[in-house]
């Protein structure tokens, strides 16, 4: 079963413009990563945040955790072409089998 | 270094045919993973190896798929026989790290289709 799902399923804004992607998940979490997925460049790790931490920047990428919510978002700032992507949460439960479980993914596409 | 290394890149099949796949990771990783990936999903935990032993197989149809890892290093991935659900994406991925404490780094996959 899909632990993360990330809203909105689609966006689609103008290049420069920031993009805002959310995951919610259901079970207390080890840690939460991001990822890209173009066709590209394949899946492609960006972020890792864990339990502990409520934030994390990386250049143009910032992620918040909010565990007493178990949501996490993604913000990307300045918007570029090359961001059109997919951008899938994965979260490695507390309890159970270490693995990670990805959401759905939300598909992003920036209009230049 | 060297990227997570899968072949071949497109397949395509009958149901009930056979079809295998194969996984080099990054050298020196000591865990690697297959994922499912059907269009429009994310990718889906099937087996994961810790050098040559499984740490998770529990999404694993094992009455169809099965998967090995020899010495540790090299993985295949092997559906026998196939049906028309399982034309999905195959993404291998390694890690450094045990378990999920660390990022994954993920292949190109190989795309099946089942006809």
């Known amino acids: 079963s899909q632990q993360g799902e990330e809203d909105p399923q689609a966006l689609s804004i103008q290049e420069g413009e920031n993009a805002t992607m959310n995951c919610s998940y259901k079970?207390?979490?080890?840690?939460l990563q991001w990822y890209r997925q173009n066709s590209g460049r394949g899946l492609v790790h960006l972020i890792l945040?864990?339990?502990?931490?409520r934030e994390k920047h990386s250049g143009r990428l910032r992620v918040t955790l909010d565990t007493s919510k178990k949501s996490s978002s993604l913000l990307i700032t300045a918007s570029r072409a090359a961001d059109t992507a997919s951008y899938f949460c994965?979260?490695?439960?507390?309890?159970?089998?270490?693995?990670?479980?990805f959401g759905q993914g939300t598909r992003l596409t920036i209009n230049p | 270094e060297a990227g997570v290394a899968q072949s071949p890149r497109y397949k395509i099949i009958e149901k009930r045919q056979s079809v295998a796949f194969w996984c080099n990771p990054i050298?020196?990783?000591?865990?690697l993973y297959w994922y499912q990936q059907i269009l429009g999903q994310g990718p889906k935990l099937l087996i994961q190896?810790?050098?040559?032993?499984?740490?998770?197989d529990s999404q694993l149809p094992k009455d169809r798929f099965s998967a090995e890892r020899l010495k540790g290093v090299d993985s295949t991935l092997k559906i026998q026989p196939a049906k028309l659900e399982d034309s999905a994406v195959y993404l291998c991925?390694?890690?450094?790290?045990?378990?999920?404490?660390?990022?994954?780094?993920f292949g190109p996959g190989t795309r099946l289709t089942v006809t």
């Open positions: 050298s020196g990783h000591a865990t």
């Open positions: 945040i864990r339990s502990n931490e």
């Open positions: 991925a390694s890690s450094p790290m045990t378990g999920t404490r660390g990022e994954q780094y």
């Open positions: 994965a979260t490695d439960a507390r309890q159970g089998a270490q693995k990670l479980v």
């Open positions: 079970t207390s979490i080890n840690n």
């Open positions: 190896f810790q050098n040559n032993g499984v740490v998770d």
